[in-house]
């Protein structure tokens, strides 16, 4: 696993707390992703394949990620110079783990979704989350293609995944998670697809790709949602590609 310490955030514009650290050992540490994909889990069969006997020793790791003195960031690379910030929020009283989007050339990082007791997002479509695990970009807090798809797949949400998806979520935790059953693991991930629900994505001319979320900044119905030029913006920085994601739907 190589990081790059350039690219890990000493601020990010608009967005307070801290003092950030450049942890990227985490990621080799299987009690992370347990506490990271809990939120994932929702039913008692689910949480048994994810967890199994560490349970209690998994949140008692996450615990103490969010009530220490400074605060865990993962970066992820992306196209033309974008990254996605993964923030371990260790406020007192009001943990939880941001995803934030920033550009050097922005005023401030656009804040996605939040993992926590009220969630906020999703954040991202499935084509969307691949892209940014499999752009190949060097820097950030990891190159694996599979770290950066399970750091990310909390803020997914999607209605629309593939007939590979399964595969591959479970190709990532059995690298990175080391369970035992990933295929049934991953099934159930992608079935309930929770914290942020699936969720139904199309594609607009004025704002790129929103969804239709309850709780997601990129429904431009809701009355937190982001202005639509700052929904174009994400979704321009987060495109897999010319062709926009597969699977999903258009509408002028």
């Known amino acids: 696993m190589t ?4 690219m890990h955030p000493d601020r990010i514009p608009g967005y307070d707390g801290g003092p950030f650290s450049h942890r990227p050992e985490l990621l080799d540490n299987r009690m992370f992703w347990l506490g990271h994909l809990y939120n994932c889990v929702q039913d008692e069969g689910a949480g048994e394949l994810l967890l199994g006997v ?3 020793q998994a949140t008692d790791f996450h615990h103490r990620l969010l009530t220490g003195d400074d605060w865990p960031v993962f970066t992820v690379p992306l196209a033309g110079g974008h990254r996605l910030h993964v923030v371990y929020r260790a406020f007192q009283d009001d943990e939880g783990v941001d995803y934030l989007l920033h550009h050097p050339h922005w005023k401030q ?3 996605l979704a939040q ?3 009220h969630f906020m997002g999703p954040a991202l ?3 969307e989350l691949c892209a940014a695990a499999d752009s190949g970009l060097p820097g950030g807090s990891t190159d694996d293609p599979h770290a950066r798809l399970l750091l990310l797949l909390p803020a997914c949400g999607d209605d629309a995944v593939p007939g590979d998806a399964v595969d591959r979520l479970a190709a990532a935790l059995h690298a990175r998670v080391a369970v035992d059953a990933p295929d049934r693991l991953a ?7 929770q914290p942020a629900g699936p969720v139904h994505w199309v594609r607009t001319e004025d704002a790129g790709w ?6 997601s900044y990129r429904n431009p119905a809701n009355r937190f949602a982001l202005p639509m030029t700052r929904l174009a913006r994400v979704s321009a920085a987060l495109a897999p590609g010319t062709g926009g994601p597969r699977g ?5």
């Open 3 to 6: 990081n790059s310490v350039e």
């Open 54 to 56: 560490d349970e209690e």
């Open 109 to 111: 990082a656009e804040h």
């Open 115 to 117: 993992d926590e007791g």
């Open 125 to 127: 479509n499935w084509a």
């Open 187 to 193: 099934a159930a991930l992608l079935g309930s697809q």
């Open 210 to 215: 929103i969804n239709d979320g309850h709780y």
């Open 248 to 252: 999903h739907r258009s509408r002028p």
